[in-house]
């Protein structure tokens, strides 16, 4: 059985969700995605990703301003 995590790094995120690694590095600079450090590792919560993805649907995501915030 495979494992389900609920948390990923932004390279794990990137594949999950096909957002390129850039951008989605992008959204976790300008905090369209929260994350939880550890050290220099972004962790996203997996449900976060899904809630982000549902409130952006048909946005372009490299245009910031258009780029919706999702809170924990």
């Given at each position: ?22 951008t ?20 996203i ?28």
């Amino acid at each position: 059985m495979a494992e389900i995590k609920i948390g990923m790094t932004i390279e794990e995120a990137s594949e999950y969700t096909g957002i390129g690694r850039n951008t989605m590095r992008k959204l976790v600079e300008w905090e369209k995605i929260p994350v939880l450090r550890i050290g220099r590792k972004a962790i996203i919560r997996r449900d976060v990703l899904e809630r982000f993805m549902a409130a952006n649907e048909g946005k372009d995501l490299r245009n910031r301003p258009e780029v919706k915030t999702v809170r924990t």
